[in-house]
């Protein structure tokens, strides 16, 4: 029988090992000509900024951040070369952030909060921006992390 943990560890395995072979062999996209594109490789960015920041004992193998790399060499190169993908792309791009929009505008961090979060906020005062960010994001990955996340990473820094 083929059990949730089985087909969990043979997944990150097709990620961590088969994935970036294949995608080894695609061109990578250096310079985005497309808005679409130019949009994802500065979320990539954030991200792989972000995932410098996470780093200790527990999390060192980086497999995590070198799925997003490999994932993020595969769309880009689709995207950058496929017009009807590219569409598609975009739209996923609109409905998420709408329903990003609804999520933050219906989250409430005061009923959220208890006890066991206190943690996440640390000194900063429940009612601020950043407790209502960090409370979110501890919502959204329902993961409970015993961190903060370094605020700058959820701020968007305009060039």
């Not at 043979?10 to 080894?24: E, I, W």
């Not at 062999?25 to 960015?45: A, E, G, T, W």
């Not at 407790?131 to 605020?151: C, E, G, I, R, V």
Request: aromatic share 18%.
């Amino acid at each position: 029988m083929i059990t949730k943990d089985f087909m969990l560890v043979v997944a990150k395995k097709f990620f961590n090992d088969v994935f970036p072979r294949f995608t080894s062999q695609i061109p990578r996209v250096k310079n985005p000509r497309r808005n679409v594109c130019k949009l994802f490789d500065r979320v990539f960015k954030r991200l792989d900024k972000s995932f410098a920041y996470q780093y200790d004992d527990n999390y060192t193998d980086r497999n995590f951040p070198k799925f997003v790399e490999n994932f993020q060499h595969l769309l880009m190169y689709i995207a950058e070369n496929d017009g009807h993908y590219r569409a598609w792309l975009a739209q996923a791009v609109v409905v998420l952030c709408e329903e990003y929009v609804k999520e933050w505008n219906d989250f409430n961090p005061v009923t959220y909060y208890n006890a066991e979060r206190k943690k996440l906020v640390l000194n900063v005062p429940l009612k601020s921006p950043e407790a209502k960010t960090f409370l979110f994001y501890d919502y959204l990955t329902q993961h409970h992390m015993s961190f903060a996340p370094n605020k700058n990473l959820f701020e968007r820094k305009y060039d």
